[in-house]
């Protein structure tokens, strides 16, 4: 299914190959899979920072810093962890969202904010912070989230609209009877 034959790297070649280039991320175990769009290659990293580097030098373009460790109920929501799960990019936007519950837009382009947006309702999500990757579906970022771990929480999903971050809609996933 996702086979490439590669017909230009053989067994008389192969030993040519060699490192590029690399960078050095400032990170020790929580990196996202790498988006390679137009020749520049994104990611984030650690507390939810996105880098954006030249596919062919590596060179560092910008780098977007959320500042997670700063925000007031990262001090409890990044006791589960830390780590960025993914990013998504649509339309001229990398798209991620952080352990503290945000979910953010960034200009591919610049590295500038679009837009930010809290998720998290604070009425039965308590315990709840962000470990997945934000999905973009049409115009619409769907976020969901994780929690229970240190407190109940009723889980549901979340669309955002992608040019400005309004919530679209919202589906809760626990029925109001149950929660």
Partial sequence: LHYSPLGEINAANVSRLGLAWSYDIDAYDAYTQPLQIGGVVYFA?????IHALDARTGRLLWQYDPKVAEAPEAQWRLRAGW?????AFRDGKVITATRDGRLLAVNARTGRLAWSVQTLDEEGSK?????GPPFVAGGVVV??????????TRGYVTGY???TG??????????HDIW
Avoid: E, M, N
Avoid at 83 to 87: K, L
Avoid at 127 to 131: F, H, K, L, R, V
Avoid at 166 to 175: A, D, I, L, S
């Fill in 45 to 49: 990293a650690g507390l939810s920072v």
């Fill in 83 to 87: 780590a960025p799960r993914g990013i």
């Fill in 127 to 131: 315990g709840a912070y962000i470990t």
């Fill in 143 to 152: 976020i969901g989230f994780g929690g229970s771990d240190y407190s109940v």
């Fill in 161 to 163: 609209d992608l040019k």
């Fill in 166 to 175: 309004k919530r679209v809609w919202h589906y809760q996933t626990v029925h």
